[in-house]
């Protein structure tokens, strides 16, 4: 309850000094819109529906992106944790594309695949994979080598042992992989919207970009409102079960 | 009461049967021998324990037993067939409980249950809940690992240990991190156990008193490299207390032999 009220009061404060700032008059409100403006585009944008259709066009294109980062990320990410050449290989050039900002994948991805929803999963499916190969190699291991011991005298051998005893040990890592792996395909997918319109879909990131070209400054603020709210939301909703699981089965803090 | 004989002179067939194993580690620098020609015949039924200070090799020889490691040299049979990997006819209990956070108490003692190749779900649960009420943990099957205290936390291990009905049971220094009271406890209900499920067990710990109170037969080793050094059969009735003045003489004179063959060891590497 005090909680609650302590945020209310933080995000009303800072409402209340961007408010005040509009209203000294010493910024034009082409550029610093009232408050009151942007919350007007929103209302406007979510009943005419713009808003809507962006946000579920770039979610779709998130987490069919995502989700093939993962699936791709997880079983490379333990293959790369059991062998010293996997490591040196697959692992070193993991970690080389994982520090390279995955907007710089743009330009290849519209080389490759034009301007299309394929391009767009692509630059995703780059920002995600390797943070996700690292965590989850990561996690693998340093996991403690006396559960596989245990786990193979109990007859646990195999692909039962990866998937039964490695994999769930490695939980909390790869927990925090796919989390930066969300960060990172978010990103990775505003950065390819803004640099790039295709006529298969309209996403927040092309509302952004429109706003700036209309110098509607009320909708570029609205936009990235909305982009924080939903990341927000995404983490609570993706995230927050699977790290309340780790913290009850492991008594450890959040991860 | 006690008797000293240098070789071991069990039941020639033996349940567990450790033939000339020698171990060496290869660090880059330099080849470190662990194990020097040891030889152990444990037989069914038989509870065997091996005492030694850190760095005898205890705790590689029983992962050869176990399977988890190849020895370079000679072998282990088991029920007269070469040991060539881990089995569930031989289950570890290790010195610190490998026990699975990711799971509920109960999931861990399942864990080796659904391994278990002959068995009905409904039988698996049943087993796991009988061996839950053995070591007392049955209002806990619910809870996980981190809510449980080191002792706790040993005895789960047990009851998974125990679950598969394993014919061997190979125990690391399993209560070595417990405190005293905890221990003693655990001794009595070890005891029991064993008593009543005629388990082999091969039991590793350097507290000689712990040796004495849980083995049939003792062994000493010494350490760089591990030798088996003396075998002593202990014929106290049991189930016994590890606070007994008759078991506390014993555990004295097979620690004066132990600090002898130390002495000679360290004598030897200078």
């Not at chain 1, 990561?138 to 245990?150: C, K, N, V």
């Not at chain 2, 080796?112 to 070591?135: D, Q």
């Not at chain 2, 014929?235 to 132990?258: C, F, G, H, V």
Request: glycine share 8%; net charge positive; charged share 20%.
């Amino acid at each position: 309850m005090k909680r609650t009220l302590v945020v209310i009061v933080f995000f009303a404060a800072l409402i209340g000094i961007w408010q005040a700032a509009t209203a000294s008059g010493r910024w034009s409100p082409v550029l610093l819109p009232p408050p009151l403006a942007v919350a007007e585009y929103l209302w406007g944008a979510l009943n005419d529906g713009t808003l809507i259709d962006a946000a579920r066009v770039t979610l779709q294109r998130l987490l069919i992106g995502y989700v093939i980062g993962i699936v791709i990320g997880l079983p490379l990410g333990l293959a790369v944790s059991t062998s010293r050449y996997m490591e040196d290989t697959v692992g070193a050039l993991a970690l080389g594309l994982q520090t390279l900002p995955s907007v710089c994948w743009v330009p290849l991805a519209l080389l490759w695949f034009g301007q299309t929803e394929s391009a767009m999963l692509f630059v995703v499916v780059m920002g995600t994979v390797w943070s996700v190969v690292l965590a989850t190699s990561t996690g693998a291991r340093t996991i403690p080598p006396i559960y596989a011991r245990a786990a193979r005298t109990m007859g646990s051998e195999g692909f039962d042992k990866w998937t039964r005893v490695i994999l769930p040990a490695s939980l909390p890592f790869v927990v925090s992989g796919m989390k930066q792996g969300w960060a990172f395909a978010w990103r990775s997918l505003m950065a390819a919207e803004i640099f790039v319109t295709i006529l298969t879909g309209f996403g927040l990131g092309h509302l952004l970009q429109y706003g700036r070209e209309l110098s509607a400054m009320d909708q570029v603020i609205g936009v990235m409102i909305s982009i924080v709210v939903i990341g927000l939301i995404a983490d609570k909703v993706l995230f927050s079960p699977w790290e309340r699981f780790l913290h009850r089965r492991w008594g450890t803090g959040m991860i | 009461m006690i008797a000293s004989v240098s070789e071991s002179s069990a039941a020639s067939s033996g349940k567990l049967i450790v033939d000339g194993v020698s171990k060496w580690f290869r660090t880059p620098r330099a080849s470190v021998q662990a194990l020097d020609n040891m030889n152990l015949r444990v037989a069914e039924g038989e509870f065997v324990c091996l005492v030694g200070p850190s760095g005898c090799g205890k705790t590689t020889l029983l992962d050869i037993m176990a399977g988890l490691t190849k020895p370079d040299e000679g072998r282990v049979l088991a029920d007269g067939e070469l040991v060539q990997g881990p089995g569930r006819h031989r289950l570890v209990m290790f010195q610190e409980s490998a026990l699975f956070p990711w799971l509920t108490v109960f999931g861990n003692v399942m864990f080796g249950l659904k391994r278990k190749p002959g068995l009905s779900n409904a039988e698996r649960r049943e087993i796991a809940e009988s061996h839950l009420r053995l070591v007392g943990l049955e209002k806990f099957k619910k809870s996980f690992v981190h809510e449980l205290s080191g002792g706790m936390k040993q005895r789960v291990a047990l009851a998974r240990s125990l679950a598969p009905d394993p014919q061997v049971l190979l125990m690391d220094e399993p209560f070595g991190a417990l405190d005293a009271i905890t221990r003693e406890q655990l001794y009595q209900d070890l005891q029991d156990i064993c008593r009543e499920r005629r388990k082999t067990v091969v039991f590793v710990t350097h507290n000689v008193r712990e040796a004495v109170c849980l083995g049939d037969r003792v062994f000493i080793l010494s350490p760089s490299p591990g030798r088996i050094r003396e075998e002593f059969r202990i014929s106290l009735p049991r189930p016994r207390d590890i606070n007994s003045p008759e078991l506390a003489t014993i555990a004295q004179r097979i620690t004066l032999a132990l600090k002898a063959y130390l002495v000679s060891s360290q004598a030897a590497a200078e």
